[in-house]
């Protein structure tokens, strides 16, 4: 029987095949997932088939497999990230703009963004800076490029940037926008300690980049020295001040503003429970009102009773609202007396000056007659000088003669 040159070239494919290779067992060596138990002989008999860790690839079978080619490419240069929707959305920087980002946070977005996208050269991640800039803040970095054109990346733009842009001005001595921070009047003092460590942070990466040594001196010691001379909350900085927070670490210090921030609160609501203690029994001693006048939108609405939580002796509370209650009655006590010295001193400058006058008024009248009353006569009428009825006193006869003889007299002589 004559064969087809098709019917030949399967005939001599089928003799080539192992003789005990079936279907089945052909299957079996092809790559899947699950595999049934039976089929471990045709692996122990082929063992070229089936690689020991990973399935069969018909590429691989082929000597075409690219996965070894993509791997030895990743593994030549550095390890490729995917971008996320936060890195492409890194806003434009344009210059200083009231409600926009902070250059030094836009730069971190954009260190971010070129670590993600991978090794580059550096004219590319300068012009990546470029394509993220706007305004005033492009012509900077165009104006860089025109000048060196030769060796220009991304640190650099960031540089140039950060000489015209960048916050910290203080080009003699980074350290003093530091040393000049101070609590602001809107802070609480673990707001500041923050703030106070962002700053630090900031100084450091500007003397970095400006190539400064660090300073001798510990950064826990200059955090908490700053911290403690710029602190303008007394009853913190005199709780911290026992604790000698120079010889601590800064997060040991914040922990403990945590700590009287606490104490703090629990304090505030101890001394709320001991006002509306007192409200009640004040509410109590007072005779109970069983209803309101009416009100403007209806009928008149019940008083609710104050009912007060009685503290019984083993209520934990009990003492620490006692001693509550002793120091506001001391503060009463010395409020008190401060206010009875204060009117006493004024009742004795009082009487003192009473007497000055008496004093006074008696040095000018001791002088002058005094004149009897007459009860019963009539009023007495006639001269005040020389005691003649007969005449007035502006009618006096003595009173003519002393002025006849004030002017007689020749008047003085003048020295002019």
Not at 179 to 196: S, W
Request: proline fraction near 9%; include cysteine; hydrophobic fraction near 30%.
């Amino acid at each position: 029987m004559t064969q087809t040159p098709n019917q030949h070239r399967t005939a001599h494919l089928i003799s080539d095949t192992p003789p005990q290779l079936t279907p089945q067992t052909t299957y079996a060596v092809t790559p899947g997932l699950g595999q049934s138990p039976n089929m471990e002989g045709a692996h122990r008999q082929y063992p070229h088939l089936v690689p020991p860790s990973e399935g069969v690839s018909p590429l691989r079978l082929a000597g075409l497999d690219p996965l070894h080619t993509a791997a030895e490419q990743r593994g030549q240069g550095a390890p490729r990230m995917l971008t996320t929707h936060q890195v492409k959305s890194v806003p434009t920087f344009s210059g200083k703009e009231r409600h926009g980002p902070r250059l030094e946070d836009w730069i971190r977005d954009m260190r971010f963004l070129l670590g993600c996208k991978g090794t580059a050269p550096g004219i590319l991640q300068f012009h990546e800076a470029v394509r993220h800039t706007g305004g005033k803040a492009r012509d900077v970095l165009l104006n860089l490029e025109s000048r060196t054109p030769e060796g220009l990346d991304a640190e650099k733009a960031f540089v140039e940037l950060l000489e015209e842009y960048g916050e910290d001005k203080s080009a003699l001595s980074p350290v003093a926008k530091f040393y000049a921070r101070v609590q602001r009047g809107n802070e609480t003092p673990m707001e500041f300690a923050i703030g106070l460590e962002s700053t630090l942070r900031e100084v450091e990466e500007t003397r970095r980049r400006r190539g400064q040594k660090s300073e001798e001196e510990s950064r826990d010691k200059m955090l908490a020295t700053q911290f403690m001379v710029g602190l303008k909350n007394l009853h913190y900085k005199q709780r911290l001040a026992p604790m000698q927070p120079r010889f601590m670490a800064f997060r040991d210090v914040r922990r403990e503003l945590h700590i009287i921030e606490e104490e703090e609160r629990q304090a505030a609501d101890l001394r709320r429970q001991q006002t509306s203690f007192s409200m009640s029994e004040v509410a109590q001693s007072l005779p109970q009102v069983k209803a309101l006048g009416k009100d403007v939108k209806g009928p008149a609405q019940p008083v609710k009773e104050v009912v007060p939580v009685p503290l019984g002796p083993n209520d934990p509370n009990t003492p620490i609202i006692q001693q509550l209650m002793t120091q506001q009655l001391e503060e009463m006590k010395g409020m008190h007396r401060g206010q009875m010295e204060a009117l006493d001193r004024v009742l004795q400058e009082q009487r003192q000056h009473g007497q000055r006058l008496a004093r006074l008024e008696g040095a000018v009248f001791q002088h002058q007659p005094t004149r009897q009353p007459q009860s019963g006569k009539p009023p007495y009428t006639g001269c005040f000088n020389c005691g003649d009825r007969r005449h007035l006193a502006r009618n006096c006869p003595s009173l003519t003669t002393v002025s006849n003889h004030s002017s007689s007299r020749p008047p003085p002589l003048s020295l002019c």
